[in-house]
């Protein structure tokens, strides 16, 4: 029988594996990122366990005998675009088929390099390197990514998740009270949660859109469809996700941008709906720009499928849209400093910086996101969405054909991305989790009140591993 709470699925799940520590996991292995609606059809009501699952203690004082040995970095091999497996061998990941490294990146070679380079000087010399580097390597990431964007890096914060660039965001965004909200059933904690607190604070109201009941049935019109259908003369914002985590659809957010610039088109700019956009599940998959998406904000992670290093994101943001939002975490950038020290209010921001939470970070990591980039560089952008989506169409092919599952996810690359879930009816989920985990094959439980079972194809997995995981399904189910 499935288990009908997240607390009796992560407490089985704790005592099944000896570890205290999935209850956290299951935020990790979704966190940054939307949520499935909970209005879904079908589905075990439960929450999840974690995309990662190994042996890591049983609570209590800290035991670090069960702790996994370290793994040896892997050997060099030089990229090859044409040839996935040079792909692959950059990460120092174990034999296992690893579906759900999306959750949370594993460190490639290079990243990791980077990362020790950077810990290194800041340990040599900590001052000296942060002062004499540290401002060229930030420049250096924002480059990067706007070349990635292919936007402008004064377009650019940097962030340290997704959760904290959507905070950022909705957190300064100006309302008066009155104004509306767009946004959706299916989103995660996350943007909820801070569009719950804004609203909160300035007397916004919030209206949530159900895009589908049966997540394998979405189309493109119905969603474009229902969201400009909640949009009225009060609506400043429409807060949407790419990807949804908990069901795999892909919102069409290029038709949704073209649907609202024809709203706003006779607007004032002070009531043009902005159109916000959690990208995490899409960024380092798809290849639409910002510009041809249409959006005024994206808000990513890099610490997933473009597999960044881990604790870094980005806001990218127009010109319009900054006008709208303020800090809301003093930023280190040099107009607020130099109005601080003259007692004076700062000007109007000009740069996305004024956005980049100040303080100390872990910059080891920050500044070895320039490496993540450069790994997607020479893959080449086509080339991982490619890879990327012909994996998830073959397991959605074969799951299609396995009494058992039920496909939850839709089969058009219209509407789906490289999140695919299921659901399994006659079998607890937990159960196949665990199974297929003892079988070599990595998922995540996704950690909503209706669950699935979510497999991400990406660059640290290959056709045969598909092929592997849907004859273990059969096997299981």
């Known amino acids: 029988m499935a288990p009908t709470g997240r607390r009796q699925f992560l407490g089985r799940a704790a005592v099944t594996l000896g570890s205290a520590t999935l209850a956290p996991f299951a935020i990790a292995g979704c966190s940054d990122d939307d949520g499935n609606g909970s209005t879904a059809t079908g589905g075990n009501t439960a929450s999840s366990g974690a995309g990662t699952t190994g042996p890591h203690g049983t609570g209590g004082a800290a035991d670090t005998s069960a702790l996994p040995t370290t ?15 040079t792909w692959r061998a950059q990460f120092a990941l174990d034999d296992d088929a690893h579906f759900a490294a999306f959750t949370l990146a ?15 000087g800041l340990d040599e010399d900590t001052d000296g390197y942060l002062l004499e580097q540290g401002f060229e390597l930030d420049q250096s990431v924002l480059r990067d990514a706007a070349s990635y964007l292919d936007a402008d890096p004064g377009e650019l914060a940097l962030t340290d998740s997704t959760t904290m660039g959507l905070g950022v965001v909705y957190g300064g965004m100006r309302f008066a009270a009155g104004d509306e909200i767009v946004t959706t059933e299916h989103d995660f904690f996350a943007t909820h949660e801070a569009l719950r607190l804004r609203a ?8 949530r859109v159900r895009l589908y009941r049966d997540p394998a049935t979405a189309t493109v019109d119905a969603m474009v469809s229902r969201l400009i259908d909640a949009v009225t003369p009060r609506t400043r914002l429409m807060a949407v996700t790419w990807t949804h985590s908990g069901t795999g659809v892909k919102l069409p957010i290029a038709d949704i941008g073209a649907a609202l610039a024809d709203v706003n088109r006779d607007r004032a700019k002070a009531e043009r709906v902005v159109l916000c956009v959690d990208g995490v599940h899409a960024f380092g998959v798809e290849t639409a720009t910002p510009a041809e ?8 992670g890099t610490h997933k499928w473009l597999f960044g290093p881990r604790g870094t994101g980005l806001v990218w943001i127009n010109r319009a849209a900054l006008a709208r939002v303020d800090p809301v975490i003093p930023p280190f950038e040099g107009e607020s400093f130099a109005a601080w020290q003259n007692e004076r209010a700062p000007e109007p921001a000009t740069s996305a910086t004024r956005l980049t939470p100040g303080g100390y970070h872990s910059f080891e990591h920050r500044w070895a996101l320039a490496e993540a980039f450069e790994l997607h560089r020479q893959i080449g952008k086509e080339r991982v969405r490619e890879h990327t989506h012909s994996q998830a169409t073959q397991l959605k092919e074969g799951l299609a054909e396995l009494d058992g599952v039920r496909l939850v996810t839709p089969m058009s690359p219209d509407v789906s991305s490289g999140i695919v879930c299921i659901d399994t009816p006659g079998r607890d989920l937990l159960e196949v989790f665990l199974e297929l985990k003892r079988r070599g094959y990595r998922s995540s439980p996704s950690p909503y009140r209706t669950q699935y079972l979510r497999f991400g194809p990406s660059i640290v997995t290959s056709p045969d591993e598909v092929t592997g995981l849907v004859d273990a399904l059969a096997a299981i189910v």
């Open 71 to 85: 793994t040896a970095a892997p050997p060099a091999v030089r990229i090859d675009p044409e040839d996935p497996s």
């Open 106 to 120: 594993a460190h490639p070679r290079a990243v990791a390099e980077a990362v020790e380079r950077h810990r290194r």
């Open 200 to 207: 909160v604070q300035t007397g916004a109201r919030i209206e």
């Open 293 to 300: 998406l249409g959006c005024d904000v994206l808000v990513s």
